[in-house]
């Protein structure tokens, strides 16, 4: 049974830095891609960056590029995203998601994390 448990989340004014972890477990995640999505209130959950198993392959959304990265450790079985210059606007539940290949859709994900709540404030 697949598990995926955030954590990292919290308060931080805006311009700051946070760091969120994601532990999955639960099964060999060889040729998973893992994605972090992350979902405002009224608003439907949006990719934020997607890593492939290899971590070679990164994608980030627009709206982050340059001020998020994302990296795994697969020997530990962990994805982490730096989010730094934090805006309001990146205010949201941020989940953890994995899938077997890749994608860039939350409606292409199988397993989900709990989320964790980030809130930027100005």
């Known amino acids: 049974q697949v598990q995926l448990v955030e954590s990292g989340g919290g308060l931080v004014q805006a311009g700051g830095s946070l760091r969120l972890s994601c532990a999955a477990s639960?099964?060999?995640?060889?040729?998973?891609?893992m994605g972090w999505f992350r979902q405002a209130p009224g608003k439907e959950r949006d990719v934020v960056a997607v890593t492939s198993w290899s971590g070679l392959t990164t994608y980030y959304a627009g709206s982050v590029k340059g001020r998020f990265t994302m990296s795994r450790d697969n020997a530990k079985n962990m994805v982490f995203l730096e989010m730094s210059s934090l805006k309001p606007e990146d205010t949201a539940v941020y989940y953890c998601a994995t899938r077997w290949g890749w994608g860039t859709s939350h409606s292409e994900y199988d397993y989900w994390g709990q989320g964790t709540q980030v809130t930027v404030s100005s």
């Open positions: 639960g099964r060999t995640f060889n040729n998973y891609a």
